[in-house]
């Protein structure tokens, strides 16, 4: 069964953030095919009806956020990286819940040595190559 995978990118003015290496395949007016290559990502798992914006998107944000904080075996903090990803495997009917995984790429200073999360919950994922279709904008998806 294939997933949907979403990317957001988040701008933040004040921060420069380290984003995942990958390669622009083919590019389009408004959007391009991107491969990524197999790296390291922190994930976690919910399910929502809403993946973006219903109430098990932030505690999954914020388990993953807390491992990059410093709830890790280390506690060390870690930077925050681009892109968020969203693998959803959609409900099967109407008002269904979503089942998802949420993951932020792991900084490329610590791909080798990567600290091991605390939080049951939360998972170092080695993921394949992998490719996506990709639009970026400012804001968020519902703006």
Not at 33 to 52: C, F, G, L, N
Not at 97 to 106: E, P, Q
Request: glycine letters at 6%; charged letters at 20%; one cysteine or more.
């Amino acid at each position: 069964m294939q997933a949907l995978v979403l990317l957001a990118v988040a701008t933040l003015v004040a921060c420069d953030l380290e984003l995942a290496p990958y390669e622009v395949m083919k590019e389009y007016d408004e959007w391009e095919v991107r491969k990524y290559p197999a790296t390291k990502w922190i994930s976690t798992e919910a399910q929502d009806p809403m993946p973006h914006d219903g109430p098990e998107h932030q505690k999954a944000f914020y388990r993953l956020f807390n491992y990059i904080d410093g709830t890790n075996d280390v506690e060390t903090k870690i930077a925050m990286t681009a892109p968020v990803t969203f693998r959803i495997l959609p409900g099967e009917g109407p008002n269904c819940g979503s089942n998802y995984t949420m993951s932020f790429w792991i900084a490329s200073d610590m791909q080798v040595e990567t600290p091991q999360p605390t939080n049951p919950l939360v998972y170092i994922e080695e993921r394949a190559e992998f490719m996506v279709v990709a639009r970026r904008f400012g804001g968020y998806p519902g703006d």
